[in-house]
Nanobody, 124 residues
């Protein structure tokens, strides 16, 4: 499966953005999906995950209550709605796909397919 992330941009603190991750090559319903981010000089970190059907979601503590992950398998697309953005949310955001089985979300090694990343910059 190939993943294409989009929707990043420059926004003021407190603003919102919606990231999209479009899949091609194979049906998205075959995968659980995750969003990760990497800020300059920092390691890539888990942000949010969603199971293959969209019933189960999981969030990093730093974004819980502000970000919402969702998916529309019929559109082969996963979204990350980001509200209440903070300067510390500034990073390159990546979508990733892993096997639909298993309940571990925040381990990068489990995700075998990655999008190219989209830049999110939050100004103070």
């Amino acid at each position: 499966v190939q993943l294409q992330a989009s929707g990043g941009g420059l926004v003021q603190a407190g603003g919102s953005l919606r990231l999209s991750c479009a899949a091609s090559g194979r049906a998205l319903s075959n995968y659980a999906m995750g969003w990760f981010r990497q800020a300059p000089g920092k390691e890539r970190e888990f942000v949010a995950g969603i199971n293959w059907s969209g019933i189960t979601t999981y969030y990093a503590d730093s974004v819980r209550g502000r970000f919402t992950i969702s998916r529309y398998n019929t559109k082969n697309t996963v979204y990350l709605q980001m509200n209440g953005l903070k300067p510390e949310d500034t990073a390159v955001y990546y979508c990733a796909a892993r096997s639909r089985t298993g309940a571990t979300w925040n381990t990068m090694a489990l995700y075998h397919y990655w999008g190219q990343g989209t830049q999110v910059t939050v100004s103070s």
